[in-house]
């Protein structure tokens, strides 16, 4: 189960949500489910895999038979929370009308969604050098995953005709992940990010007009 040195942990979790892959071990699910509670609760560093075969209800050997280091179990969790994370981003942008809405609340719900996370939001802030590593030091893979599936959420409204096929969808999606990672990672003075409001304004002044082809940008 061991996590593969050229995959990183957005990467397997996007797959995962596309595929709608589910794991049908009821056990590996409740170590999970209590795996999350107890890193939530203690952090990863205060928690040992006793704690959480206590927490679930199990013997610490019944978690090693399905996790066999912390790190694996500590990556599995994370991943699994990414995975929702990206279906519950599908969710919020089926709701909008508009593409332009439709990107606003990408970007809104992205930063407040990860920021929020009792588990995610409080490592990267508590406990960075426990999940920064497989998201931002792998060579740009996470970014690359993302980008990716930006990119494909902006094929579909080409398709559907309510974006120019002259918009470079890439480059595009490049430039919002790099944004909505940016806010992530580093602290903002100027940005409120608790302020769903101003990251709306944020959206529509400088995201969306990504959406008009270069050409047409300022007319």
Do not use: W
Not at 7 to 24: F, Q
Request: glycine share 6%; charged share 30%; aromatic share 6%.
């Amino acid at each position: 189960m061991a996590p593969s040195e050229s995959e990183s942990i957005l990467e397997r979790a996007y797959a995962e949500a596309v595929g709608r892959a589910e794991d049908d071990d009821a056990t590996t699910e409740r170590v999970l489910d209590a795996a999350h509670e107890q890193f939530c609760r203690m952090g990863i560093r205060r928690s040992t895999m006793e704690d959480v075969g206590r927490r679930a209800g199990v013997s610490r050997i019944t978690v090693y038979r399905r996790f066999a280091t912390k790190d694996v179990l500590v990556e599995s969790v994370v991943r699994r929370e990414f995975r929702r994370y990206f279906d519950r981003f599908l969710v919020d942008i089926q709701e909008a009308q508009t593409v332009s809405e439709r990107v606003v609340r990408g970007f809104v719900s992205s930063l407040r969604a990860i920021r929020g996370h009792p588990l995610i939001g409080g490592l990267l802030e508590a406990e960075p050098d426990a999940v920064a590593p497989s998201m931002i030091s792998d060579n740009g893979r996470t970014l690359a995953t993302v980008r990716a599936f930006v990119a494909g959420q902006l094929r579909l409204e080409q398709q559907a005709n309510t974006i120019s096929r002259e918009v470079e969808v890439e480059r595009v999606a490049e430039l919002m992940v790099r944004v909505s990672a940016s806010f992530l990672i580093i602290p903002s003075h100027l940005v409120d990010l608790d302020d769903e409001a101003e990251l709306r304004a944020v959206a529509e002044q400088f995201l969306v007009p990504m959406l008009e082809p270069a050409g047409q940008r300022g007319r």
